[in-house]
C-alpha cells in the first residue's frame, strides 16, 4: 500500500503494477477496428493516457465510446507505447 509521499503528485494505492490514480478526462482520439483510444486529463499538463476496449466498464462498449465523451478513468502509472500511463478503468462520467 502507497503511503501517499511518493514524491509525486500522483494518489491513489500501489497493488504491486504501479501507483493508480482516479482522474476525469475526454476522449480524444478513438479507434473502433483496434479498440484502442486515448484520454485526455483533465490536469494542468492534459496528460495522454491510452487504453483499450477491455477497460471499458458499464454501459461503454465500441458503440458508445466517441471522441468527445466525458469518462473517469483509472490511471495505471505504466507506461503504454508512446503515452506514459494507461487506463486501468474507464466509465462514463455521470
Known amino acids: 500500500m502507497d503511503s501517499g509521499d511518493d514524491g509525486g503528485d500522483r494518489v491513489g494505492h500501489d497493488d504491486g503494477r504501479g501507483a493508480t490514480a482516479m482522474a476525469t478526462g475526454t476522449v480524444w ?19 495522454l493516457v491510452w487504453f483499450h476496449l477491455s477497460n471499458a466498464r458499464g454501459d461503454l462498449d465500441i458503440a458508445t465510446i466517441a471522441e468527445g465523451l466525458s469518462v473517469d478513468v483509472d490511471v495505471d502509472a505504466i507506461p503504454q507505447g508512446e503515452y506514459t500511463c494507461r487506463a486501468r478503468s474507464v466509465h462514463r462520467r455521470n
Open 29 to 47: 482520439r478513438w479507434k473502433p477496428r483496434n479498440g484502442t483510444g486515448v484520454i485526455k486529463l483533465d490536469d494542468a499538463d492534459g496528460t
